[in-house]
């Protein structure tokens, strides 16, 4: 079993950063974040495979987000800039221990989830 724990997220003004993180208990194999805002689907942000790569984004980011993981810490971060109200969202951390074949994209790749994390861009 895997358990997923998130941290960061808040407030910010639109324009800037923020970094959100999700620390994993048990080994694990791809990562990725999703986020969901009021009334809208569950969203693809990003993937990273587990030896830091490959690393596959949600092509309406336009490059303004970095995931990243510590292997030794087993920990993958989100590193959001430029961030714009449209970013407003509940962010989910997701993880696999074996590959289902389904995409990178696809959160039925993945069994494990964080419990949310809220980030709200002002304007």
């Known amino acids: 079993q895997v358990q997923l724990v998130q941290s960061g997220g808040g407030l910010v003004q639109a324009g800037g950063s923020l970094t959100i993180s999700c620390a994993a208990s048990?080994?694990?194999?791809?990562m990725a974040w999703f986020r969901q805002a009021p009334g809208k689907q569950r969203q693809f942000v990003a993937f990273?495979?587990?030896?830091?790569?490959?690393?596959y984004y949600a092509e309406f980011l336009k490059g303004r987000f970095t995931i990243s993981r510590d292997n030794a810490k087993n920990t993958v971060s989100l590193q959001m800039n430029s961030l714009e109200p449209e970013d407003t969202a509940v962010y989910y951390c997701?993880?696999?221990?074996?590959?289902?074949?389904?995409?990178?994209?696809?959160?039925?790749?993945?069994?494990?989830w964080g419990q949310g994390t809220q980030v709200t861009v002002s304007s």
């Open positions: 990273s495979g587990r030896s830091g790569g490959p690393l």
């Open positions: 997701a993880a696999e221990s074996s590959y289902n074949g389904a995409a990178y994209n696809n959160a039925l790749r993945y069994a494990y």
């Open positions: 048990g080994r694990t194999l791809g």
